[in-house]
């Protein structure tokens, strides 16, 4: 496809594809564009007098434009932008364009983020009014801009199939790649905080929901394939570790990226399920093909201190459902881990472990690294009483 645009003098346009040509005609300025392959027919053409940062990454040319006196905010873009770029090429495929813009979406718009064919919209209330210097809550400008740089491979990479569950295709997937990259900027601990936010949005979407709950390979509600989703996704990635995910991802790509057959979520689970063992499986089968929520408590703890060992009796139960094996960790003052045991689900409602420590417990939380939907987690954490 080629494009030319002619727009005014203090102005540069942008169109699908490479820019082959720009030149000056009188007051009006001029710009040819041309696509090196097929893209999707998402048409969009922008002319804009906003500055720009440009850099190059890898073989790829990008330019973030900024309101006025914005510049911070656009460098910080520019990282994100080159995380993502740089994460995706090396773990699911290449970025096979000669270019990627991100342009500010005015706030008169309803958008917060959306992504083009090599380029994305990033709302200007979450992209460049938001406050640098805050440290609480969540860097929204880095992680919106994650997520829509990735929908360059789950959404344009990626052949999606038109039927149920699309959009776990799309949106599931690109919530993971912003969960791994936020891991490798932040820590894991921040991307924790992220997924207990995620799982408490899927609850109130789920008290919201006026029609009866899909399982997530069948989803496209927003609280389903943004919520549950994350939920899922880093859930699949703590059990089979982010290599082997990845390694499903990428033959997912390879397997359906255009002019291939159309992708599914069953395609999705049965890569998934190619790299993990047969209790993997079920693990993998019950996020996407299943429902279930847990409200796992500590019901009881019991503690005696004999030489240098801590013998403890500690009780749990689910007020929901049996319907998964839980881990019971220990920590310590410092937050580490001391040790953590597994209950199998049919030892649940309730369950005692006896277990002989060899260093001072300060908490034992259940399920805590996230791998339940969990409808109340203040009942998950038994702070040891100082004596």
């Known amino acids: 496809m080629q494009t030319t645009i002619i727009t005014s003098a203090d102005h540069f346009a942008l169109a699908p594809g490479k820019l ?135 959404g344009y990479g990626l052949n999606i199939a038109e039927v149920e569950g699309s959009g776990v295709l799309a949106e599931t997937l690109a919530k993971y790649t912003e969960l791994v990259i936020l891991r490798r900027k932040y820590g894991q601990d921040y991307v924790k905080r992220l997924v207990e936010f995620e799982q408490g949005r899927y609850f109130q979407g789920r008290s919201r929901d006026t029609i009866k709950e899909l399982p997530l390979y069948r989803a496209d509600s927003n609280y389903l394939i943004y919520s549950k989703g994350s939920a899922a996704m880093y859930g699949v990635s703590e059990l089979l570790g982010e290599t082997r995910v990845n390694q499903a991802l990428r033959k997912l790509l390879t397997s359906h990226a255009p002019p291939a057959p159309p992708a599914t979520t069953l395609d999705l689970i049965r890569y998934l399920n190619e790299v993990a063992s047969e209790s993997e499986q079920a693990v993998i089968n019950s996020w996407f093909k299943e429902i279930h929520v847990n409200d796992v408590a500590i019901e009881s703890v019991s503690i005696k201190h004999q030489n240098s060992e801590y013998n403890v009796t500690v009780c749990v139960i689910d007020h929901q459902e049996a319907s998964h094996s839980v881990q019971l960790s220990a920590f310590a003052a410092n937050g580490k881990l001391i040790e953590m045991k597994e209950f199998a689900k049919s030892a649940v409602n309730p369950a005692c472990l006896d277990w002989t420590l060899m260093s001072k417990p300060k908490y034992f939380e259940v399920d805590a690294k996230l791998l339940l939907l969990d409808s109340n987690r203040e009942n998950n954490i038994y702070q040891v009483p100082n004596r």
Do not use: C
């Open 20 to 154: 082959i040509n720009q030149w000056q005609e009188g007051t009006r300025r001029g710009f040819h564009y041309e696509t090196q392959a097929p893209v999707a027919n998402v048409a969009h053409l922008i002319s804009t007098s906003m500055p720009y940062l440009q850099k190059k990454i890898e073989q790829t040319s990008v330019k973030v434009f900024y309101p006025s006196g914005k510049q911070q905010h656009g460098q910080k873009h520019l990282a994100a932008i080159q995380d993502t770029l740089q994460y995706a090429t090396d773990h699911f495929g290449q970025y096979d364009y000669a270019q990627f813009n991100l342009v500010p979406a005015s706030v008169a718009l309803p958008t917060v983020g959306y992504a083009l064919p090599q380029m994305a919209l990033i709302g200007e209330g979450v992209g460049f009014h938001a406050n640098l210097n805050e440290s609480d809550g969540f860097d929204h400008l880095y992680r919106r801009t994650v997520h829509e740089v990735a929908h360059q491979w789950w």
